[in-house]
């Protein structure tokens, strides 16, 4: 008997070692993983390997992932896009159609999300990788950015190795762009900030007027939200950050409805409002110069080019010295401006699908410059160049965006319009 109970304490005392290191292999593994997630731009460093690091080195290999990361063209590759690009725009659409869908430009966005309610895009997952700024500074915020990640990363795990950072890409080497000198500007800006909107809305009008989110210590605006494809991956990051309050605005009432009849949808922490962002008359339900974040993501190349500045120019009136512009959209010569097929051209490099709505396609150079005409300063502006494959057909397709962040310089301080729009009850 006494040998049965010796043999048994024995393999148990086996087995829990060979669990302890099965559960110590499978940390390891975590972490030498996680290791290869590159840490995303904060304010004040240069940025990292957009939307992660998968670099194609053997061609051979190019079938292997959906997706390959900073891929640089080749001469020939980027002279048939180019004529390419000519070929689908020597015919334009008549002048007549144009305006037609320049005005009933939110009935086809309207009846876009009719068909497709929110089942067209796909969740926004890498918004918190890009742009971290979502998040409030004072939200703790690496341990709890990474616990909210969208990837699922866990802390844990990732504090078994120390940061990395990728290279930077030599179209990044923009010796006329603005840095950011160091990674705490918009948490300075914040604190020395925190007490504008009360002092401010002590005086004149505003002293008894309330508006939504007039509590929150920390406001972002996603411009464009459509069925709240960025809208519900930020809500749930925001969730741990009481002080923080979401707006967002389409101006296809259908979308917005969308979002409101989400059910994770939360009036307490978010207003989702029916607004034409070319409309300089239309008021939104809050003053200007109290947002900390606008979130500009693949809205604006769906606006007339001669609009562009004006839109620009009046959302840096609703941040705060020190907010920031995160703009996200199609760059030149993407695969979508390549589809095209003639006499889809409304003018240059801009085009109108089948069923009525609109895309630009940009340039570093053009970012640049409207948004500081706007007044804001550059901290990122890049070219983020991907290679899709379709495994299954063996079709390679370059994928191009423009991705940028623009902040409201500090010595600017703009005190609050007086006129503050009561909450939209359409929207």
Known sequence: MPERWCLSLSLAYTVAVLIRMNVIWRNSVSCLRIRKVPHRYQSGNHPAAPLGSRILTDPAKVFEHNMWDHMQWSKEEEAAARKRVEENSAVRVLLEEQVKYENEASQYWDTFYKIHKNKFFKDRNWLLREFPEIIPVDQK????????????????????????????????????????????????????????????????????????????????????????????????????????????????????????????????????????????????????????????????????PDRMQGVINRLSKLLRPGGMLLFRDYGRYDKTQLRFKRGHCLSENFYVRGDGTRAYFFTKGEVHTMF?????????????????????????????????????????????????????SHG
């Open 141 to 304: 915020t690496e341990e709890k950015t990474q616990e909210s990640s969208w990837d699922n990363v866990k802390t844990g795990a990732a504090n078994c190795f120390s940061r990395t950072h990728c290279p930077i890409m030599p179209e990044e080497k923009n010796l006329g762009m603005k840095r950011c000198g160091s990674s705490d500007g918009p948490s300075k800006a914040r604190s020395h900030f925190s007490n504008l909107d009360s002092e401010e809305h002590s005086e004149g009008p505003l002293k008894t007027e309330l508006f939504p989110g007039s509590s929150a210590t920390f406001r972002i605006l996603e411009v464009g939200c459509g069925a709240g494809n960025s809208v519900f991956p930020i809500l749930n990051t925001l969730q741990n950050a009481p002080e923080s309050f979401l707006y967002c605005c389409d101006f296809a009432s259908g979308a917005v409805e969308l979002v409101k009849l989400h059910s994770s949808y939360r009036a307490a922490q978010c207003c989702a409002f029916v607004h034409d962002v070319c409309d300089e008359d239309s008021p939104y339900p809050f003053p200007d110069g109290i947002l900390d974040v606008i979130l500009l993501v693949f809205v604006l190349s769906s606006i007339h």
């Open 372 to 424: 500081c005409k706007a007044g804001l300063d550059e901290k990122q502006n890049l070219v983020d160049r991907r290679l899709q494959v379709n495994r299954k057909k063996q079709v390679k397709m370059h994928r191009v965006w423009v991705q940028g962040k623009f902040q409201k310089p500090l010595h600017l301080t703009q005190k609050p319009s007086k006129l503050v729009s009561p909450l939209l």
